[in-house]
T-cell receptor, first 110, second 117 residues
């Protein structure tokens, strides 16, 4: 059965801290892995990863994929209160659409 | 736990026809379900929010007469794309949550890939 696991499920940090969110998957016919940030309404796209070992960066956020070990991490450096959200990991598979993880709820305290 | 399924997983239809997509919560009661469109490498676009037994709330710019949503029971919501056109081709993803939880605590379905020819 295809599945995506995220850890931790919940995390509380203080502003300025660096956090690492984990996503591991067991999916046949892997196509891509996507990270989203969900605050109130719809999840906002962050990254799409298809190749191992190539880091993607956007400001204080970065992500990398390991297709051999079947996981990805999302790093956020110098966290701010505006980073508080649920971070979703989803894997797109050929012929199977998407498998979403449960999300990691990040709370950044001032 | 907290599994959401969608049916069909993919569908091809001709322009002008209607397509119904089902979203089911398999092991919990979903008082609220959300329907999204997903374009490649883009954020999910919220189309509408449906609460069991009441009319759906559509986001600005989404035609309610074109995208008919019915949330008839606590485990089933349907999205019907009426008079489909090629520009309606997309991934349609639903999510569900139970009562008493925050709006961002949602369980997502696998999506339905719609191709209109």
């Amino acid at each position: 059965e295809d599945k995506v696991v995220q850890s931790p499920l919940s995390l509380v940090v203080h502003e300025g801290d660096t956090v690492t969110l984990n996503c591991s998957y067991e999916v046949t016919n892997f196509r891509s892995l996507l990270w989203y940030k969900q605050e109130k309404k719809a999840p906002t796209f962050l990254f799409m990863l298809t190749s191992s070992g190539i880091e993607k960066k956007s400001g204080r956020l970065s992500s990398i994929l390991d297709k051999k070990e079947l996981f990805s991490i999302l790093n956020i450096t110098a966290t701010q209160t505006g980073d508080s959200a649920v971070y979703l990991c989803a894997v797109e598979a050929y012929g199977q659409n998407f498998v979403f993880g449960p999300g990691t709820r990040l709370s950044v305290l001032p | 736990g907290a599994v959401v399924s969608q049916h069909p997983s993919w569908v091809i239809c001709k322009s002008g026809t209607s397509v119904k997509i089902e979203c089911r919560s398999l092991d919990f009661q979903a008082t609220t379900m959300f329907w999204y469109r997903q374009f490649p490498k883009q954020s999910l676009m919220l189309m509408a929010t449906s609460n069991e037994g009441s009319k759906a709330t559509y986001e600005q710019g989404v035609e309610k007469d074109k995208f008919l949503i019915n949330h008839a029971s606590l485990t089933l919501s349907t999205l019907t794309v009426t008079s489909a056109h090629p520009e309606d081709s997309s991934f349609y993803i639903c999510s569900a949550r139970t009562s008493g939880t925050n709006s961002y605590e949602q369980y997502f379905g696998p999506g339905t890939r719609l191709t209109v020819t």
